[in-house]
């Protein structure tokens, strides 16, 4: 064992290297100068075509104040919430780096573990934001030799001036005029503390939110917001830099909301949705951690996916519609607060390459093109038919969770459902389904109107509610649902109650996402993200760049099938979407209204392009306490507005312009699929005596779910989708010459009524989000 004089000194002589590495260190470290701040750099965004978009040379929003200009509440909040030994520390403080570890152990609100020395050198002297030792190595040392050798004052200043509040503000004066449109000396103590809070993170603490952060809402963000605000008043009041009882007045008077998210000027009309777009989609796909800060500092190349022709083509479009039939002095109860959204992806790769996000993002702050909270009404029907081919509808007999070879997978011109006018909604087994108050559902179609026994293609084509919303508890909502995702709708954006109307579009995704999950269907089942932002450099070193591979959601028999269908919605005269016709190409789409006559939607595509068109009415003004969305019944001159009508005229004219000059291309001819089904009370015919040449040799002993019986008059009491098995085998897919339009023969059943759209009141309530009749085009039919 080695003597104490030995340890003692083997100890002293490592405490005394320490400290002469230290000295070494601190003698070493340059202070640098603050003259070589990062400057704020443009960063600069291109069209697909490589020319430039726009150089965000303002990006950087900052105006550097001195300390009299400061509001002493400001100094005060941010030394009580960051730094509470700020003018006694020495530039570091141990103690404070123990305590926010302590408390952030607890789950308390801290404070920051380094000093406003130390947050000042990094931001102002170092511009280096990464986590590596030899930075936190240079940072401490910097911070010890600037503390003895600049004024306290001038610390606090350079501090505030150059931390970032978020909303692209630099600086404290940029902060007080973004979220309160004042001079930062007209701050007071309570707006202080709410812009003290912002230093922990603007993203998590801004009371507006931060898009493309899920974790980041609104609600979330105001609430963390709140509770900072009243902690860091309470400790400026512990702090004696604050009275309590001006405390409590605040308090009393409630959280100091910050205006609305504005945007400047220059990113006005469509460019700032779209710089916009971009960024969220590269701050939230890069693998190197790039932050918003650090976009912000500028300096990037950021090569979107947008084309400048088919935007500038776009907005022209919904311009001319909007100018011709929207007139809110003529009509100010139905015609103000109207609002368009639009967007288009390219098939087989995902870009997005046009947007419509609102006719001026300087004005209107939200992006139609991406959430809004709009319903998609019947445009959802497609997902319904999907899941139907691909999971089957489950059989009576059997339990609610049922195996792939249990469950009967349809053909879309082989599966006939009832299309009556308020249909008793009933569950897979045939038991009436109720809601929680046991209320039955009563379907209803758009204007009350009956139809015969429908085909799921003459359904999806005058959209008839009855059929999808009772094939959708034959499915089971949540393979419904599954379709919807793997077609690339966001789960979030999915309604997630397990009702009927689910099937009618009471989710919210959106126009974005609508047209990219459609555009699976025209790749023929593959599946691709949709992507603004292409590839991104520095110096002209590539830092980002975009990589996916497809996804097979569907295979393409059901998606050429779906495709097909939906085709039939365009070409047919009773097609609810024969307005969106483009001569001498092929289309395929559906349209959409939904309840209250509150949203209406084209969604449709051609082999090379999809687009989604949404129209609602919604007040702009982010304070109004009523911003709902509004009925539209009587907007542009009309009764009601359906997908029929301005939306999908709206597609139709820009889909005719944006491919114009492309090659024209043909849909793959879709493969046979699926059963014969007939559900939701639909009656299947007689037998014939013997199958039609067309028919092949009739199986001898078909599947219960292939049979076709005459109906049992005395139906059991459960009323099960499915008809009773026939008492002797017959041809499982007869084709007398009477029924041969259950055979895909053109000659088919007329509807009692004219296509049309519907409503729905959800879960319980007679109705559903639904279509709109094929005749209400406002330019007299298709191609305008």
């Given at each position: 064992?080695?003597s104490w ?26 202070v ?6 990062a ?6 965004y ?13 990006e ?12 002493k ?15 006694k520390?020495s ?14 152990a ?9 000093t ?8 102002a002297?170092?511009?280096d ?7 936190k ?6 911070s010890?030799?600037i503390?003895?050798t ?17 909303r ?8 007080a005029r ?16 709410v812009?003290?809070?912002?230093l922990?993170?603007?993203t998590?603490?801004?009371p507006?939110g ?9 609600e979330?963000?105001?609430k ?17 830099y ?14 100091p909301?910050?205006?609305p ?12 949705y ?5 960024k ?9 951690g ?6 912000a500092?500028?300096?990037?190349e950021i090569?979107?996916t ?7 083509k ?6 001319k ?9 003529k ?8 609002q ?6 390219e098939v087989?790769t ?6 419509y996000?609102?006719?001026?993002a300087?004005?209107?702050y ?18 319904v ?8 509808v ?7 969770v049922?195996t ?10 082989k599966t006939?459902?009832?299309?009556a ?12 389904w ?8 009563l379907?209803v179609?758009?204007?009350?109107n009956d139809?015969?026994d429908l085909?799921l ?5 005058v959209?008839?509610?009855?059929p ?5 508890m034959?499915?089971g ?6 379709a919807?995702?793997d077609a690339?709708l966001?789960?979030g ?5 397990d ?22 269907f025209?790749?023929?089942g ?15 070193v ?13 295979s ?15 070409d ?8 969106a ?6 289309v ?15 969604v ?68 046979p ?8 009370g ?9 199958p ?8 001898p ?7 076709e ?20 085998p ?5 084709c ?32 559903g ?5 094929g ?10």
């Amino acid at each position: 064992m080695p003597s104490w004089k030995l340890t003692s000194t083997l100890c002293i002589g490592f405490l005394g290297s320490l400290m002469a590495a230290a000295a070494l260190a601190y003698a070493w470290v340059q202070v640098p100068d603050p003259d070589r701040l990062a400057e704020a750099e443009n960063n600069v965004y291109y069209w697909d075509d490589g020319s430039q978009m726009i150089a965000t040379g303002g990006e950087v929003n900052r105006q550097n104040i001195s300390i009299s200009q400061i509001p002493k509440d400001m100094q005060n909040a941010v030394i009580s919430a960051e730094n509470k030994t700020f003018w006694k520390d020495s530039g570091v403080d141990p103690r404070g780096i123990t305590r926010a570890l302590f408390n952030m152990a607890r789950g308390q609100e801290t404070q920051s573990g380094s000093t406003i020395t130390q947050q000042y050198v990094k931001n102002a002297r170092l511009n280096d934001q990464s986590q590596t030792l030899s930075r936190k190595f240079k940072e401490l040392f910097i911070s010890i030799k600037i503390d003895n050798t600049v004024d306290k004052d001038e610390i606090l200043t350079g501090y505030l001036n150059s931390s970032y509040y978020g909303r692209n503000a630099y600086g404290i004066q940029a902060a007080a005029r973004t979220y309160y449109g004042k001079d930062a000396q007209r701050l007071n103590a309570s707006e202080c503390a709410v812009l003290a809070s912002l230093l922990k993170g603007a993203t998590w603490y801004d009371p507006a939110g931060t898009p493309g952060h899920p974790l980041a809402t609104k609600e979330a963000n105001t609430k963390r917001a709140e509770k900072r605000w009243r902690w860091i008043l309470d400790e400026m009041v512990k702090d004696k830099y604050l009275d309590a009882a001006e405390r409590d007045k605040f308090v009393e008077a409630g959280f100091p909301t910050p205006d609305p998210l504005k945007k400047g000027a220059k990113l006005g009309g469509q460019i700032g949705y779209l710089v916009d777009l971009a960024k969220e989609n590269f701050l939230n796909n890069n693998d190197r951690g790039i932050d918003e800060p650090q976009l912000a500092q500028g300096g990037y190349e950021i090569h979107t996916t947008f084309n400048k022709e088919k935007i500038q083509k776009l907005e022209k479009t919904i311009a001319k519609v909007r100018k011709e039939n929207i007139d809110p002095k003529k009509r100010p109860e139905t015609d103000t607060h109207v609002q368009f959204g639009g967007a288009s992806v390219e098939v087989g790769t995902g870009k997005i390459v046009a947007i419509y996000g609102g006719e001026d993002a300087t004005k209107h702050y939200t992006n139609n093109a991406d959430t809004t909270g709009a319903q998609v009404g019947s445009t959802f029907k497609p997902f319904v038919l999907a899941a139907a081919m691909r999971d089957g509808v489950r059989d009576p007999a059997l339990g609610p969770v049922q195996t792939a070879d249990q469950r009967t997978l349809v053909n879309p011109d082989k599966t006939v459902y009832n299309g009556a006018n308020k249909l008793r909604i009933k569950r897979y087994d045939g038991e009436v389904w109720r809601n929680e108050e046991g209320k039955e559902l009563l379907q209803v179609n758009d204007n009350d109107n009956d139809y015969d026994d429908l085909t799921l293609r003459e359904a999806m084509v005058v959209s008839a509610n009855s059929p999808f919303v009772q094939l959708g508890m034959d499915i089971g909502i949540s393979k419904v649902r599954e379709a919807a995702e793997d077609a690339g709708l966001r789960k979030g954006s999915l309604d997630k109650a397990d009702v009927p109307s689910f099937s009618l579009g009471i989710s919210t995704p959106s126009a974005i996402r609508m047209a990219s999950a459609y555009s699976t269907f025209a790749a023929s089942g593959e599946q691709r993200d949709p992507y603004s932002v292409q590839t991104v450099k520095k110096r002209g070193v590539t830092i980002y760049e975009h990589k996916s591979k497809p996804v097979a959601a569907f295979s393409p028999e059901i998606a050429d099938n779906v495709t097909d269908v939906l085709r039939d919605v365009v070409d047919e005269d009773n097609g609810t979407g024969k307005n969106a016709r483009i001569p001498g190409r092929q289309v395929a789409g559906k349209t959409g209204t939904t309840d209250g006559n509150k949203q209406a939607w084209f969604v449709g595509y051609t082999p090379q392009l999809s687009t989604a068109i949404d129209m609602y009415r919604m007040d702009d003004n982010e304070k109004s306490t009523d911003r709902g969305f509004q009925e539209m019944f009587g907007t542009g001159g009309k009764a009601k507005i359906h997908g029929s009508s301005f939306p999908s005229e709206i597609w139709q004219r820009y889909m005719a312009e944006a491919l114009e000059g492309e090659p024209v291309k043909k849909f793959p001819k879709p493969r046979p699929i699926g059963e014969t089904v007939y559900g939701g009370g639909a009656v299947s015919p007689e037998p014939t005596p013997s199958p039609t040449a067309s028919e092949s040799t009739p199986d001898p002993t078909p599947s219960a779910t292939e049979s076709e019986s005459t109906p049992d008059p005395t139906p059991s009491a459960t009323e099960s989708s499915e008809p009773p098995a026939s008492p002797s085998p017959t041809a499982s897919e007869s084709c007398a010459p009477w029924d041969q339009w259950q055979c895909g023969n053109p000659t088919s059943p007329s509807p009692t009524a004219s296509a049309s759209d519907s409503t729905n009141g959800g879960p319980g309530n007679p109705g559903g989000p639904g279509e709109e009749s094929g005749t209400d085009g406002f330019w007299g039919g298709p191609g305008g």
